[in-house]
């Protein structure tokens, strides 16, 4: 009788095993704030969901750009909108 042996990248598993955690708790996060329910302040609460969303490798948004929505309002504007 033979015996398998299976081998097992731990360090893959360990960073899936992690994604997934972040994942669980972006899902947990989302719904506090979906209800109002917030148990941090402002900035705490926007590092934690920045570090969470790190962690299941979600990308980042770009920074809001005051000029770029100046220039669309002043379209918008010239438009008759």
Do not use: C, H, P, W
């Amino acid at each position: 009788m033979e015996t398998g042996y299976y081998m097992v990248d731990l360090a893959e598993l360990m960073r899936q095993k992690r994604k997934y955690n972040a994942i669980q708790q972006f899902e947990q996060a989302y719904l506090l704030l979906a209800t109002n329910n917030r148990g941090l302040e402002e900035a705490d609460a926007k590092k934690y969901m920045q570090n969470i969303s790190r962690a299941t490798g979600v990308k980042q948004e770009a920074k809001f750009d005051r000029q770029k929505m100046e220039q669309l309002r002043a379209f918008t504007d010239s438009m008759g909108g």
